[in-house]
């Protein structure tokens, strides 16, 4: 069963910065981390940053220039470094991946997401 178990939120001031991880378990195949998502209460989940495969990495336009996403291939581990944190950036941060079966399905899988509340 592959679990994806998301760490590093809490609870900071405004302009401070966290680093969230995002480790891989479970799982006899590869599990490629490709993001991070977060969601705010009602308000729907919408893509913070993605990494692909080659290292391309997409921000949220909200986000650009304060948040760096990185993977470390060799612990595949994904992380989500945030800098200069805004009361907006409070949210449930949930990572994803996928596994990709030999006959070419992918199954999608999601952490269950650790809270990041950024307030004085």
């Known amino acids: 069963q592959v679990q994806l178990v998301e760490s590093g939120g809490g609870l900071v001031q405004p302009g401070g910065s966290l680093r969230l991880s995002c480790a891989a378990s479970?799982?006899?195949?590869?599990?490629?981390?490709l993001g991070w998502y977060r969601q705010a209460p009602g308000n729907e989940r919408e893509l913070v940053a993605s990494?692909?495969?080659?290292?391309?990495?997409n921000y949220a336009d909200s986000v650009k220039g304060r948040f760096t996403i990185s993977r470390d291939d060799i612990k595949n581990i994904l992380y989500l470094q945030m800098y200069s944190l805004k009361p907006e950036d409070t949210a449930v941060y949930s990572c994803?991946?996928?596994?990709?079966?030999?006959?070419?399905?992918?199954?999608?899988?999601w952490g269950r997401g650790t809270q990041v509340t950024v307030s004085s």
């Open positions: 479970g799982s006899s195949s590869h599990v490629n981390l």
């Open positions: 994803n991946g996928a596994v990709s079966t030999p006959g070419g399905t992918l199954w999608y899988y």
């Open positions: 990494i692909t495969d080659g290292g391309t990495t």
